[in-house]
């Protein structure tokens, strides 16, 4: 093989590389729609508490969650904000965040997880998207190395991180290692967080770690 014909061939090869790239991009991007189409929504998983009381335990407490998309070009064209609360008690807000999607180019998509510097600023955030417009990026706190990756998996999307690269510091527990996974379907938002000192389990339940949240259910 002469070098023309060598370079020819180096010129194919990284064309349908390209072209697999590509490819592989529009299908992230096509799913990531209908993602972000399908994840908006109010939950609560009362039934799998209601489940666990009858079972003799209390495994997982009863929470509501919503979460809205919001326009926040300044971290991604796909936004969302996630408020999490005790069921009967709409104060006692457990959880804020803002998650980012975007899609890849080997055909997954990326989430990044954000927390708040001030929460109490963001509260019920899903209700008053307003309140948004003045946010500026040091007012989020992004959770470093604990992005997840999105597929679709037949007629649901699952996503995981690396518990490896996760790591969150909290007053309650220190620095621990975060394993997350999600499975979303048209009816349930299943989340899970596992929280590791080392290789000991030092927050969730290793046997059920996924709240079951159902859409639209509940009081």
Not at 58 to 75: F, K, M
Not at 156 to 184: H, I, W, Y
């Amino acid at each position: 093989m002469n070098l023309m014909q060598l370079k020819t061939l180096l010129c194919l090869i990284g064309c349908l590389a390209l072209g697999a790239c590509s490819s592989q991009l529009k299908k992230a991007e096509s799913e990531l729609v209908e993602l972000a189409d399908l994840l908006p929504g109010r939950y609560n998983n009362v039934a799998q508490s209601e489940a666990d009381a009858a079972a003799g335990g209390e495994r997982h407490p009863p929470l509501s969650l919503d979460i809205v998309r919001i326009d926040l070009p300044l971290l991604s064209d796909y936004v969302f904000y996630l408020q999490e609360s005790a069921v009967g008690d709409a104060r006692r807000i457990t959880q804020q965040r803002l998650l980012t999607f975007e899609p890849a180019k080997d055909g997954s998509i990326i989430e990044r997880v954000y927390s708040f510097a001030e929460p109490a600023r963001w509260r019920d955030g899903h209700v008053n998207s307003g309140l948004f417009r003045g946010m500026m990026f040091r007012d989020t706190v992004p959770l470093g190395g604990c992005d997840l990756l999105w597929k679709k998996d037949g007629d649901k999307f699952t996503a995981a991180n690396q518990r490896e690269t996760c790591r969150v510091t909290s007053p309650a527990l220190g620095s621990v290692k975060v394993d997350m996974k999600v499975e979303l379907s048209a009816d349930e938002l299943a989340m899970a967080e596992l929280s590791y000192a080392g290789s000991k389990l030092v927050q969730g339940d290793a046997a059920e770690p996924f709240y079951r949240f159902r859409r639209g259910a509940g009081p």
